[in-house]
C-alpha cells in the first residue's frame, strides 16, 4: 500500500477521536479519544518515514508514544484527585472555577 | 522478522499487504466510530485496544517492526491497563448522562469532524506524497540498530530530556495520588471502642445463607422471613440497580429485584417450600421493610 493510504486512514482515524473529545463528557473517554488521535499521529508518522526512506519519522514516533505514556500517568492521577473530592468523572461537573 | 518484513516487494506480497490493509483499516475506523458512540467505558477501552491492536500491525507491514512491538507492549499492554485499572477504581458502572449540555454541540461536533477529514484529505490531495522508497535507509543494518544509532546520536538530547519528563510524570503522579492523612490513625482500642458504640458489634449477616439461594446477590432472610438488606455488598446493590438501564434511585432498596429474580431463577422447578418462604419477600418489598 502505498504511503497515502496510510496517512488518509491516519486522517479518518484522528477526526474520529477529535469528535470523541467534543461529545463524550466521561473524562475517562475524553482521554482515550485523546489516545486515539496520538495513534493516528503516530501512523502518519511512520507513512511518512517510509515514503522518505529514513528512520527518523519512526523515532519521532517513539518520543509521541513516551510523551503519551507520561501524559496518561499524569492525566489519570488527576482523574483519580477529581475523583475522589467530586465523586464524578463527568467533565461538565468540574466547573468550580467558573463561579 | 524485519527482513522478512523488508522483502516483502513481490507481487503476492503486495496483494496481501493490501488485503490486510483494507480488512484492518476497515476495522480500526469502524472500532473508533464504535469508541466515540459506545455508553459504557469498559466497551471503549476494548475498542480501544482494537484500534491499537490494528495499528501495530500497520506498522509491521510499514517496516517498523520495533515501533509495533512497542505499541504492542507500551500502548495495549500498559496504557490502557492503566485505562482499565482507573475505570475499575472510579466505578465501572458510572454511566454519563445523555442530556445535552450545550444545545446542538454534538450535530456540531459531527460536522466539525467531517469537515475536518474533508479539509485534511483536500491537503493530502495537494501535498505530493510519493510512493514508498523502497530501500529504507537502515545504514545497511536492521530496523532496530538504525533507531538505535538515531536516538543515540542525531536524538541524544530529546532522549534525555524525555527521561526528565518520565521522572517528573512518575513524580507528579505520585503527588497526585497521595492523600494526606487529616486525623490520626485509629488503633485497635479505638477501632473496637467504635464498633460496639455503632450498635452493631456482630459481623454483617452473610448474603443468601438462609434465603432460597445461596447467590452474593440475594440478601439474606432473617428468622423472622424479612430479607436483610445490609447482607449485600453495596457494590452488588448497585450494579444489578444500574444494569436493568432504568436510572433508579441509589438509595432503592434490592428488594424489589428479588421477586422477579427468584423467578427467573427458579423457573418452574420452585420446591413447595419456595412458596412459603417467597410470599414474606414479595409482601416486604411491596409494603416497604418491616420494622
Given at each position: 500500500m502505498s504511503p497515502s493510504a496510510y496517512v488518509t486512514l491516519s486522517v479518518i482515524l484522528f477526526a474520529i477521536g477529535g469528535v470523541g473529545v467534543l461529545v463524550r463528557r466521561n473524562a475517562i473517554i475524553v482521554f482515550m479519544c485523546i489516545e486515539l488521535m496520538l495513534n493516528a499521529a503516530n501512523l502518519a508518522f511512520v507513512a511518512f518515514a517510509r515514503m522518505h526512506g529514513n528512520l527518523d519519522g519512526q523515532v519521532i514516533a517513539f518520543f509521541v508514544m513516551v510523551v503519551a505514556a507520561a501524559e496518561v500517568v499524569v492525566g489519570l492521577a488527576i482523574l483519580m484527585a477529581i475523583f475522589r473530592t467530586r465523586r464524578s468523572t463527568s467533565v461538565d461537573d468540574a466547573s468550580l472555577l467558573k463561579n | 522478522m524485519s527482513q522478512v518484513l523488508a522483502s516483502a516487494g513481490s507481487t503476492a506480497a503486495a496483494t496481501t499487504q493490501s488485503i490486510v490493509f483494507w480488512l484492518l483499516a476497515v476495522v480500526s475506523v469502524g472500532s473508533a466510530c464504535g469508541m466515540v458512540l459506545a455508553r459504557r467505558a469498559v466497551h471503549c477501552a476494548i475498542f480501544l485496544a482494537m484500534i491499537m491492536l490494528s495499528l501495530a500491525v500497520f506498522y509491521a507491514m510499514q517496516g517498523a517492526p520495533f515501533l509495533a512491538f512497542v505499541q504492542v507492549i507500551v500502548y495495549t499492554g500498559a496504557v490502557l491497563m492503566l485505562f482499565l485499572f482507573v475505570m475499575m477504581l472510579i466505578g465501572v458502572n458510572s454511566r454519563e448522562s445523555l442530556v445535552e449540555t450545550i444545545r446542538g454541540q454534538r450535530l456540531a461536533a459531527g460536522v466539525a469532524g467531517i469537515a475536518l477529514v474533508v479539509l485534511l484529505i483536500l491537503g493530502l490531495g495537494h501535498a505530493?506524497?510519493?510512493?514508498?522508497?523502497?530501500?529504507?535507509?537502515n545504514g545497511g543494518t536492521n530496523n532496530l540498530s538504525g533507531i538505535a544509532t538515531l536516538i543515540f546520536t542525531t536524538y541524544v538530547f530529546p532522549f534525555e530530556v524525555t527521561s526528565a519528563l518520565l521522572i517528573t510524570a512518575a513524580m507528579g503522579a505520585m503527588v497526585l495520588a497521595h492523600r494526606e492523612l487529616t486525623s490520626p490513625k485509629l488503633t485497635q482500642r479505638e477501632l473496637s471502642k467504635r464498633r460496639v458504640a455503632s450498635g452493631r458489634p456482630t459481623p454483617l449477616p452473610s448474603p443468601g445463607v438462609f434465603a432460597l439461594h445461596n447467590a452474593v446477590d440475594m440478601p439474606a432472610l432473617l428468622p423472622d422471613g424479612s430479607p436483610s438488606e445490609i447482607s449485600v455488598s453495596s457494590m452488588l446493590a448497585r450494579r444489578e440497580i444500574g444494569g436493568d438501564g432504568a436510572p433508579a434511585l441509589p438509595a432503592a432498596p434490592p428488594g424489589p429485584e428479588l421477586a422477579p429474580h427468584s423467578e427467573q431463577t427458579e423457573g418452574g422447578s420452585a420446591a413447595p417450600g419456595d412458596g412459603d418462604a417467597g410470599q414474606p419477600v414479595e409482601a416486604s418489598s411491596k409494603g416497604g421493610a418491616p420494622s
Open positions: - | 505530493a506524497i510519493g510512493p514508498a522508497t523502497q530501500s529504507v535507509a
